[in-house]
């Protein structure tokens, strides 16, 4: 599909300040913020953004539309038409970012990949990083976009439902790893979404996201390496899961980044998992 021009799926303020100019190269604001935080993504990009840079809502737009679960991968043909509204052509390269540092820019890595998509990293650090080390920021009204012609094509590999997760909790090849802070994986503190089950899937193994950040940046590659040599053995299958889908495509990206090769993301998570009685749920 696209040729991949990133010395990793991780690229410095620095990389991007240098190669931006580059006509197939497409800046893409995924900023995302948890239910309950009061602040609007769209509209903060509309005012401040990476020079060029397009907003890629995949909470409400760029999103499967007949579900209840929260942004849920949506349909090659769907996601090819999103991307041609953007104007973002099947061989163009992507950088993500999000004004959080290292937050919710995976998930749209993750959701390039599924489709496809070779050639997409993402911005370590974030808006900030490109802010603190003194490169332009772009206040004006957002420009329009020409429409161009998209053509996505699914990757299965990438992501994984409940029904087909429920028959590897057991095996010796896969590991389930929960990005969700360690008081919700035990259960001690409750599950933010309503009618949503504390706890966590049998066999699954805690790995909070935050261990794998540090003020908005990716920690080492050896230190990421570390964090994932102790929880599975290189060779496995590691199937990432979280509350909504965002932050597991955190471990995700930061498991690639360790040399992981069989990456897998359970889109529906915990606010599926939880609330579906027949899915087992354990507090130990």
């Known amino acids: 599909m696209s040729e991949k021009i990133f010395p990793s799926s991780l690229v410095s303020a620095q990389w991007l300040a240098e190669h931006i100019e580059r006509p197939d190269i497409v800046v893409l ?74 937050f919710s820019a995976p998930r749209v890595w ?13 911005l370590d650090g974030g808006l900030s ?22 053509k996505a094509t699914f990757q299965p590999q990438w992501v994984i439902d409940a029904d087909a997760l429920s028959t590897k909790l057991d095996t010796l090849d896969t590991v389930v790893l929960d990005a969700r802070p360690a008081a919700r994986f035990y259960g001690t503190q409750p599950e933010p979404r309503e009618g949503v089950r504390s706890g966590h ?39 990432f899961s979280c509350g909504s889908g965002v932050t597991a495509c955190v471990l995700a990206l930061a498991a690639e980044l360790a040399g992981r090769e069989k990456l897998t993301v359970y889109d529906g998570s915990w606010t599926e998992w939880g609330r579906v009685l027949k899915y087992p749920v354990i507090k130990q």
């Open 29 to 102: 604001d995924a900023s995302w913020f948890l239910p309950g935080v009061e602040r609007d993504p769209a509209q903060e990009w509309s005012v401040k953004r990476i020079p060029g840079a397009r907003f890629f809502d995949f909470d409400n737009k760029v999103a499967a539309p007949d579900t209840e679960l929260p942004h849920m991968l949506p349909s090659a043909d769907f996601f090819s038409q999103a991307n041609s509204e953007l104007g973002i052509k099947t061989n163009d390269s992507i950088v993500v970012y999000d004004s959080q540092g290292v």
């Open 110 to 122: 993750w959701m390039f990949r599924a489709m496809g998509h070779q050639s997409v990293a993402v």
């Open 129 to 150: 990083a490109w802010e603190n080390a003194g490169f332009s920021i772009e206040t004006s009204s957002p420009y329009m976009v020409e429409k161009t012609e998209y």
């Open 201 to 239: 899937m049998p066999s699954a193994k805690s790995l909070p996201f935050s261990q794998l950040v540090k003020d908005g940046h990716f920690i080492s590659v050896e230190q990421l390496t570390q964090r994932f040599d102790a929880v599975s053995e290189p060779e496995q299958h590691l199937i």
